[in-house]
């Protein structure tokens, strides 16, 4: 079973940038995305974006295309998600998540992926 972790959160201004990292445990060769979901207070639980963990194909939400970028390396079995320009409507617990099924189909649905991490919490003040 994959065990994930995030690190990386915390609290910023309006403007700065964060990088997010998601610390996969073996085995890791049955996954085949990884992907980012959010959850501010209040909200549901929402997709920021994904990346096929060998391809490394990408996929954004439209709210973060252009400021976000997802990316991988395999030899650290580490999933990033770099954040610029951040805004105080980032504000959320963000949490990362796996999946082994090799389809690319639905990668913006939370249902379709197996793993979990916690969550980190990312705060952009005004």
């Known amino acids: 079973q994959v065990q994930l972790v995030e690190s990386g959160g915390g609290l910023v201004q309006a403007g700065d940038s964060l990088r997010l990292s998601c610390a996969a445990s073996?085995?890791?060769?049955?996954?085949?995305?990884m992907g980012w979901f959010r959850q501010a207070p209040g909200k549901e639980r929402e997709f920021v974006a994904a990346?096929?963990?060998?391809?490394?194909?990408?996929y954004y939400a439209d709210s973060v295309k252009g400021r976000f970028t997802i990316s991988s390396d395999s030899a650290k079995n580490t999933v990033y998600l770099q954040m610029n320009s951040l805004k105080p409507e980032d504000t959320a617990v963000y949490s990362c998540?796996?999946?082994?099924?090799?389809?690319?189909?639905?990668?913006?649905?939370?249902?379709?992926?197996?793993?979990w991490g916690r969550g980190t919490q990312v705060t952009v003040s005004s």
């Open positions: 990346i096929t963990w060998r391809g490394g194909t990408t």
């Open positions: 998540a796996a999946d082994s099924s090799p389809t690319t189909a639905f990668v913006y649905r939370e249902s379709r992926y197996d793993y």
């Open positions: 073996e085995p890791t060769f049955s996954v085949y995305i």
